[in-house]
């Protein structure tokens, strides 16, 4: 499934950081490959507010970033 950046940024531009399922719901990716690409470092602006224990979250303007820069 491809996303373009003006169908995903429109619908991130509702918070300033989205949830692990948002990601891979817009990008087509597997909740597994987004937290794997957060813990490795590929995806910028991914946190875990509460420790490494719980999930992850990505700031919205970093990630619209990134994903226009990988040519979606």
Do not use: C
């Not at 619908?11 to 399922?21: A, G």
């Not at 957060?38 to 999930?55: D, M, S, T, V």
């Amino acid at each position: 499934m491809k996303i373009s950046s003006d169908t995903l940024i429109p619908i991130l531009n509702e918070s300033r950081s989205v949830s692990t399922s948002e990601v891979a719901r817009f990008t087509g990716w597997s909740k597994r490959t987004i937290q794997k690409y957060a813990r490795l470092g590929i995806i910028p602006g991914a946190f875990q507010p509460q420790g490494k224990r719980y999930g992850w979250r990505f700031k919205r303007k970093a990630l619209e970033e990134w994903w226009a820069n990988q040519g979606h």
